[in-house]
């Protein structure tokens, strides 16, 4: 099962688990001088300031799954490479963001879901380059490179498989969960009390299922949890505290939450929801509450309580579309959640996608039907809310929000994969289908992929594209039940510049990512990857092993030939906490490819921003600022706070 991407989503300032996010773009437009006789990933180049806010539980929150992406582009260029007939955009006043899902919502993995991740785009309004269309802004302009990518091992022992992973805001540690049922893992507790066996009187689990990871060090606090987060649900709040709902047995009607405070431990409320939400999905709302749709055999929906608060079975809607999406083997679970621009919830189960209006709870559209197949769990495709452009004093009546689902499987593969003998296991999608979410005429447009991919995460980087990740290419979601792992991540261009393919293939992972995998953005940009157990507990001399092992990939934009092109924020002279529609500074240090003269010209380097103007475009939370030079995120992310 997965979380956000698969049980749903992550953030640029990202969270996998049940992710939601999303991205915001600014950007100012550069032709540049072409390199012969080498294939270039990026074409253009410019300076561009990305917030991103993610959790990821497994199967998002891009979110994801869920994730907030926010880009900025400036005019700067590097007076070190020659341009052709480059001429420096005026910038008159104050740069819009774009906002977007930096996490990615797979369907149907247990990463854990929130909303699946999603982005949205701010627009600059401060860049004159002679377009009235917000889209057009959002050229970027990138450096060239033909890097496809590294990989490393960080951790070789995470001491659990992590089912469910997330970055939680300002304190850069990855939570990672797996399953208590399992009643084992690679760690045990570092003391009494060990946990007591539910459905038993005197059985105990000494192992640990829950862990806090530094990013930087690697270093892992071990955490207790009581209830069993198996295929759960969440996303993080205002303050940055993971909301954790549902999961299996003892915890699928509970509430957890984990705060970032030094030393936090979890808090769980069992009983608190009105139905059980095992293989559910959670989504924030423009007013910071979080609502959570589906779970096995409970095809409802509910708002999940204020803490220490409990729903009652009046306070659960019925939720027909689950029932008539429902295929024999589900194929519906861990439904791809987005809030839209306009406030109506995107709500896509199995091959079908409406509108929900949230406060009357009337659906208000329905969109054509997906062809080709499944793609919720077991199908397990993986979905994202793509950066959404904004004007600055964003007044239009309508913003524009695409959302992308990539992959899935035919509607039978898990009765060939999970229940036929010999087991058959069918090839994966291979199509990549886009839609605008806020147009009532909207009809999906389809491309294929390189190659097949279930079980993966869609990852929305800080320069707007999307990273496929993980996952198999046939098969299904279930034990034992998908083949080929596919190794390679694949790059799609947000942007179509008519030219190249959307679609670059990156260099491979040796390591299997299948069931229950998970991902994070961090700080610095890359890409944190855990989890992948195919099995009903921790085995090692099998197919596929359970993996404790903890990877970070570089994507093309961290070239070590790009590395001149690297920002730096300071963020003692940068604002960190704002409200809707507030203007906010950004200060960029001296130094790098930028000159001091320009960043002279350019305000002694200080970029001012303004927020998103309300809570559909970018719910409140916690974000991670990216600012991007040349197609090239800088050091380190600034975590900022959105506030009402």
Request: with cysteine.
């Amino acid at each position: 099962m997965q979380t956000r991407s698969k049980c749903r989503q992550t953030f640029n300032a990202e969270l996998p688990w049940s992710l939601e996010g999303k991205p915001m773009h600014i950007k100012c437009d550069e032709p540049i001088v072409e390199n012969s006789g080498s294939r270039s990933l990026i074409k253009k180049k410019v300076i561009m300031a990305n917030l991103w806010r993610g959790l990821v539980i497994f199967p998002l929150l891009f979110v994801y799954g869920s994730t907030h992406d926010l880009m900025f582009p400036i005019p700067f260029h590097h007076s070190g490479k020659p341009i052709a007939e480059f001429k420096v955009p005026q910038f008159h006043g104050i740069a819009s963001l774009v906002v977007g899902d930096g996490g990615s919502a797979a369907s149907g993995d247990d990463d854990d879901k929130d909303s699946h991740g999603s982005s949205h785009t701010v627009s600059v309004d401060s860049l004159d380059n002679g377009s009235s269309d917000p889209t057009s802004q959002i050229d970027v302009v990138e450096d060239q490179t033909t890097f496809k990518g590294s990989w490393e091992l960080f951790v070789e022992n995470a001491g659990v498989s992590a089912m469910h992973m997330v970055l939680l805001p300002k304190i850069d540690q990855a939570l990672m969960f797996d399953a208590t049922v399992w009643k084992i893992s690679k760690l045990k507790l570092p003391g009494p009390p060990c946990r007591k066996v539910e459905g038993t009187t005197n059985q105990e689990d000494c192992w640990c299922h829950s862990i806090l990871m530094d990013v930087e060090t690697g270093k892992i606090r071990p955490l207790r949890v009581e209830h069993d987060t198996w295929c759960s649900s969440g996303a993080l709040d205002v303050n940055g505290r993971l909301i954790s709902t549902g999961g299996y047995n003892n915890g699928s009607d509970t509430v957890r939450i984990l705060d970032i405070a030094p030393n936090s431990e979890w808090i769980e409320y069992p009983g608190a929801l009105g139905n059980g939400r095992w293989y559910a999905t959670q989504v924030t709302l423009a007013d910071g509450r979080f609502m959570v749709f589906g779970g096995r055999d409970f095809p409802t929906y509910e708002f999940v309580p204020p803490q220490g608060q409990k729903n009652t079975r009046n306070e659960v809607h019925a939720f027909k579309f689950l029932v008539e999406t429902h295929d024999p083997v589900e194929n519906n679970l861990y439904p791809f959640v987005y809030l839209s621009t306009d406030g109506n919830l995107f709500i896509f189960a199995n091959n079908r996608s409406i509108l929900l209006n949230p406060n009357n709870h009337q659906i208000i559209h329905e969109f054509p039907v997906l062809p080709g197949g499944a793609r919720n769990y077991p199908a397990s495709g993986s979905s994202c809310l793509l950066p959404i452009i904004l004007n600055p004093n964003e007044n239009r009546k309508v913003v524009p929000a695409e959302v992308l689902v990539c992959g899935g499987t035919p509607h039978d593969a898990f009765n060939k994969a999970d229940l036929q003998r010999p087991k058959v296991f069918l090839p994966g999608n291979t199509d990549c289908a886009r839609m605008d979410i806020t147009n009532r005429n909207s009809k999906w447009k389809i491309t294929n992929m390189p190659s097949a991919r279930l079980l993966g995460d869609a990852v929305v980087l800080p320069t707007g594209d999307v990273l496929l990740i993980n996952g198999a290419k046939s098969g299904s979601a279930g034990w034992d039940d998908a083949r080929d792992p596919n190794l390679n991540p694949v790059l799609y261009k947000f942007k179509d510049d008519g030219i190249d393919s959307k679609f670059t293939v990156m260099n491979p992972s040796n390591i299997p990512r299948m069931y229950h995998s998970s991902f994070a953005v961090l700080p610095d940009s890359k890409i944190l990857i855990a989890g992948s157990n195919t099995n009903p507990g921790y085995m090692d001399n099998v197919l596929f092993p359970t993996e404790v092992r903890v990877e970070k990939f570089s994507p093309h934009y961290l070239d070590p030939n790009l590395a001149q092109f690297r920002q730096e924020i300071v963020v003692e002279q940068s604002n960190n906490q704002v409200k809707f529609g507030q203007n906010f500074k950004v200060q960029i240090g001296e130094g790098g490819a930028i000159e001091q003269a320009k960043l002279q010209e350019f305000n002694n380097g200080k970029i001012v921003l303004q927020a998103p103007m309300n809570g559909n475009i970018a719910p409140p939370g916690y974000y991670m600022l990216f600012v991007n030079y040349n197609g090239v995120p800088c050091r380190r992310s600034m975590w900022i706070q959105i506030r009402p």
